[in-house]
């Protein structure tokens, strides 16, 4: 992905508003920038290994709760009871298969005329959140 460094600046710009850059925010946004959606764990920390041999995965857990409380990146609980994680850079939704486990991105939002009606009542909304769930085009019948 060529997009890597737009990443690098925007958590550096981040690091001196709030706080120190370190080579554990580096690794993990590096990995979870080539792992693209919804990763786990397991899997930014394979990743940010490959970058930071050192790096543990307690560590990994813990840069992802301030990259999250920075707002850089976002968690994503699909109903299996496992966190997942993904760069917060734009706006997106996700369909996950029941079946295969493949997720992927819809970059639309059709979410709008909701949010319109939530806010003539006086709603302040902060986030929403939309996930489909069925059977990929490999996984029906
Ligand atoms: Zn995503
Ligand atoms: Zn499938
Ligand atoms: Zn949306």
């Known amino acids: ?30 990995a979870l920038e080539e792992l693209g959606c919804a990763q786990d764990v397991e899997a930014i920390h394979a990743r940010a290994r490959s970058f930071l041999p050192r790096i543990g995965r307690v560590t990994v857990y813990r840069t992802l709760g301030l990259l999250q409380a920075q707002g850089l990146v976002e968690a994503l609980h699909l109903g299996d009871g496992r966190t997942r994680y993904e760069l917060a850079r734009h706006h997106h939704h996700h369909m996950v298969c029941l079946r295969c486990g493949t997720l992927e991105a819809l970059e639309a939002c059709a979410i709008e005329p909701l949010e319109a009606l939530a806010r003539s009542r006086g709603f302040r909304i902060t986030a929403h959140r939309v996930e489909l769930f069925g059977y990929c085009a490999g996984c029906q019948g």
Not at 3 to 29: G, K, W, Y
Request: glycine letters at 0%; zero cysteines.
């Open 1 to 30: 992905m060529k997009s890597s460094f737009s990443f690098a600046d925007r958590s550096a710009v981040a690091d001196r508003r709030t706080l120190r850059v370190t080579p554990q925010r580096r690794a993990v946004l590096r």
